[in-house]
């Protein structure tokens, strides 16, 4: 079973525009990863938000954490054709047993038509 | 540096038959760890190798099974393969798996078809 939920399940932009996608979690955590991942492939790292951190920024991404509420968003701006894929939140527990386990949500597709 | 590779990309067995899937970290990686992918599921956590020993395991039957070598390659076995188990079979490595920081990088992937 999934650790939480992504919101929206799918989101459809225009090139330029903004992209917000959420997750949601259930236990406490050590961090969260956002990945995302072309068309069936591997998945690509895109950015770690510890849980003492609040906001974090790469590149056109922006990445924001709130523990109290078990709950994430990622932002991409000036959206691109080429982000279009699936984009998946993972968590990793709090504890030290949780020994190379990422828990995902269930993804967001986003599709950028040029 | 070379990334994560798997072999072999695509597989396709039939029912009953057994898989062997391959998994190489990146250089100096030691922790590495399998998932499943399917579109009813999602991503599931198979198993976790750290210096050859499994530290963790999900929720998966005794028909999934794994190890690592010395060198931190690690394979996957699957037994009497079901038609459930065709999926996306990812492999990551980490640099160790501790504190707050523990990145994970995947591998392309095997795409296994049971028929």
């Known amino acids: 079973s999934q650790q939480g939920e992504e919101d929206p399940q799918a989101l459809s932009i225009q090139e330029g525009e903004n992209a917000t996608m959420n997750c949601s979690y259930k236990?406490?955590?050590?961090?969260l990863q956002w990945y995302r991942q072309n068309s069936g492939r591997g998945l690509v790292h895109l950015i770690l938000i510890r849980s003492n951190e609040r906001e974090k920024h790469s590149g056109r991404l922006r990445v924001t954490l709130d523990t109290s509420k078990k709950s994430s968003s990622l932002l991409i701006t000036a959206s691109r054709a080429a982000d279009t894929a699936s984009y998946f939140c993972?968590?990793?527990?709090?504890?030290?047993?949780?020994?190379?386990?990422?828990?995902f949500g269930q993804g967001t597709i986003l599709t950028v038509h040029p | 540096k070379a990334g994560v590779t798997q072999t072999p990309r695509y597989l396709i067995k039939t029912r009953g038959q057994q898989v062997t899937l391959s998994c190489s970290p990146i250089s100096g990686h030691r922790s590495v760890s399998w998932y499943q992918q399917t579109p009813g599921q999602g991503l599931q956590f198979l198993f976790e190798y750290f210096s050859e020993t499994q530290r963790n395991k999900g929720n998966f039957p005794g028909r999934f099974s794994g190890r690592q070598f010395s060198n931190s390659r690690s394979e996957m076995n699957v037994s009497t393969l079901e038609l459930g188990d065709s999926a996306l079979y990812l492999c990551a490595s980490s640099l160790v798996w501790q504190g707050l920081d523990n990145e994970q990088f995947f591998g392309p992937g095997t795409r296994l078809t049971v028929l």
């Open positions: 236990t406490s955590i050590n961090n």
């Open positions: 993972a968590t990793t527990g709090a504890g030290g047993t949780s020994y190379g386990k990422l828990t």
